[in-house]
């Protein structure tokens, strides 16, 4: 298979494993503990049926969406990916430019290999960039100028990694804070020569925004330790305003699971919130993210804008988010296959098939515009 006769996410996924170490695609893909969070994401959204309407004159259709101020094309953004330069050369950077031509928002993760200032030399448009509250203060302050300095057009707060949710395939191959690498891990990368001429024979291989900026952190394997010190369990509402008075711009709170969360979140006047379970990567049993969506969306979607994430892999599962009261939707593993499988072409592969899928989509459900997407278009 080639990327020209790849037909849907999941065969980016297989291209995916192809060039990539398994112990990255482990980490990549997998979801915390029993994984079952990251199953029941999926799994909700396959089951929530979509209605078919005919002979409904569903010509002329537009995916266009005004979503964080801005008119885009497309329901949809891309979500921020921590080590995505390691998937890819610069993957940051490649990211963000299948994003930017096909005009949607890149965000870039605090967990990045190139850094905000990598990324913005790269691209024309503005992009996201998402933070990661950490116990430096100063240094998250230094993000945010940074963020700010970069132009970037909306500060994406992830609020629930107060810890990490461990994922027994890395425990399994050792990428795990601090890093333990045996020497079966170097076989298996011995594996894939092409990843190695790409990604590793590259010069980007720490985490871009920490590098230079904090001592001690040498290299990739001390930046893991000094993350792992910072991730702060006393985090609380009290500290977004601290963030507030930083960054006057679009702030958008993701990793909202919850009705009472998601009003507190509102009453911080934050412009968006992201129905979202990181992926099924932290609270393992937690409820799926399409399930707590409607009740999320009733609750406080007339307050800030909603958008949403976890497990949309097709077009359809665009148009079942939308349909449920999100307002754009962000890509996660969907373009990331699509970064390890061919990079920057890759990326945009995957933004193309679920566009190409949503339209048809749409069609068939005899809808021309995304207004026209409610809950009406599913099945009870
Ligand atoms: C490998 C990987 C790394 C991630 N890194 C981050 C990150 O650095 N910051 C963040 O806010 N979310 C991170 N996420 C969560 C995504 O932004 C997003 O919420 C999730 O991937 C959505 O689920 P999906 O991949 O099933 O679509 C990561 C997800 C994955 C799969």
Redesign the pocket.
């Known amino acids: 298979m080639t990327l020209n006769s790849v037909a849907c996410i999941d065969d980016l996924r297989r291209l995916a494993h192809r060039r990539v170490p398994s112990d990255f695609m482990g980490?990549?893909?997998s979801g915390s503990y029993s994984q079952s969070t990251?199953a029941a994401?999926?799994r909700d959204l396959a089951e929530i049926k979509i209605r078919q309407r005919v002979l409904a004159g569903a010509a002329n259709r537009t995916q266009n969406q005004s979503f964080l101020g801005a008119k885009r094309p497309h329901p949809f953004a891309l979500?921020?990916?921590?080590?995505s330069g390691m998937a890819y050369r610069d993957g940051e950077i490649a990211a963000a430019r299948a994003a930017e031509k096909a005009g949607i928002p890149y965000?870039l993760?605090?967990?990045?290999i190139c850094s905000i200032e990598d990324v913005a030399e790269a691209v024309t448009q503005p992009f996201w960039f998402?933070l990661?509250f950490m116990r430096d203060r100063g240094f998250v302050a230094d993000l945010i100028a940074r963020a700010r300095k970069a132009n970037c057009s909306a500060l994406?707060l992830?609020v629930d990694?107060q810890v990490l949710g461990q994922r027994h395939s890395d425990v399994r191959s050792g990428l795990t804070v601090p890093p333990r690498i045996h020497p079966k891990t170097i076989g298996r990368i011995a594996l894939k020569p092409a990843w190695i001429a790409n990604v590793l024979m590259g010069k980007r291989k720490t985490f871009g925004n920490v590098a230079g900026r904090i001592p001690g952190t040498e290299n990739l394997l001390s930046y893991m330790d000094w993350i792992s010190s910072q991730f702060d369990q006393a985090l609380s509402w009290d500290d977004v305003a601290w963030i507030r008075d930083r960054w006057p711009g679009k702030l958008i709170i993701?990793?909202i699971m919850d009705v009472e969360d998601a009003r507190l979140a509102a009453k911080t006047g934050a412009t968006a919130i992201?129905v979202?379970?990181?992926?099924?990567?932290q609270l393992d049993g937690a409820a799926s993210s399409i399930s707590m969506l409607p009740r999320i969306a009733d609750a406080v979607g007339s307050d800030v804008e909603i958008l949403f994430?976890?497990?949309?892999?097709t077009g359809q599962d665009v148009f079942r988010a939308l349909a449920l009261g999100a307002r754009a939707c962000?890509?996660?593993?969907?373009y990331?296959y699509g970064l390890c499988a061919a990079g920057e072409a890759g990326v945009s592969k995957a933004i193309e098939l679920i566009s190409n899928e949503l339209d048809v989509t749409m069609a068939l459900s005899g809808v021309r515009t995304l207004e026209q997407i409610s809950r009406d278009c599913l099945e009870t």
């Not at 994430?309 to 892999?313: F, N």
């Not at 962000?330 to 969907?334: D, H, K, T």
């Open positions: 980490y990549y893909e990251l994401n999926l979500a921020p990916i921590g080590l965000t993760s605090t967990l990045s998402q990661y994406v992830t990694l993701k990793g992201v979202s379970n990181h992926g099924g990567r994430d976890g497990g949309i892999r962000l890509l996660g593993r969907a990331l």
